[in-house]
């Protein structure tokens, strides 16, 4: 029975190199990167001989603090819900979905700050079919209590704290600089 259901499966997907089933949970645990931002890859692979319209429903929990977008043939802003992109026979597509720690202000959100996105793939042609997992996004730092700072500074090729004094020691130049 088991092979009968794979076989008749039009999308099979990857997350982080390893197949991973429809309705599986992920739970991804880390620091924001430089966007405020957890991100989730999943590959998804075409598995018939006939290029695939496949639709993408993106759905937050109404208690998400977050912004979320996605990725999905193009990047659609926060609150767009669904896209779709041609995934070619035997082909794969590349799914990012974004969890934004931030607010509408811009402003990070607090460590430990959780979010839960389902996103649910399915063939346009055959929308009885879906596959869907649910994403559990957890903005942790290890042994910090700051956020990522978004700019990073250097001088002369090494790093420098905000803060810190530049001394200028020079002749002038011909410009008079």
Same mark, same amino acid.
Request: proline share 3%; hydrophobic share 35%.
């Given at each position: 029975?088991?092979?009968? +259901? ?72 926060? #609150? ?21 720690? +931030? ?8 460590? #430990? ?5 389902? +996103? ?22 290890? #042994? ?34």
């Amino acid at each position: 029975t088991f092979a009968g +259901y794979m076989s008749a499966q039009s999308l099979t997907f990857k997350y982080e190199g390893n197949a991973v089933e429809p309705g599986t949970t992920i739970d991804i645990v880390s620091d924001l990167n430089d966007a405020m931002e957890l991100v989730i890859d999943l590959d998804v692979i075409n598995t018939t001989d006939a290029d695939i319209n496949v639709v993408l429903e993106m759905e937050s929990d109404p208690s998400n603090p977050t912004q979320d977008y996605f990725c999905w043939g193009t990047c659609y802003m926060p #609150g767009v819900l669904t896209g779709s992109n041609t995934v070619v026979a035997g082909g794969e597509g590349i799914f990012n979905g974004h969890c934004g720690f +931030y607010d509408t202000d811009w402003n990070t959100l607090p460590v #430990g700050s959780t979010a839960k996105v389902t +996103y649910t793939f399915y063939d346009e042609r055959n929308q009885d079919v879906k596959y869907s997992f649910v994403v559990n996004f957890k903005y942790e730092t290890e #042994g910090s209590e700051t956020t990522t700072a978004a700019l990073a500074f250097k001088y002369e090729g090494k790093a420098i704290e905000p803060g810190t004094t530049i001394e200028i020691v020079s002749d002038i130049n011909s410009s008079m600089e």
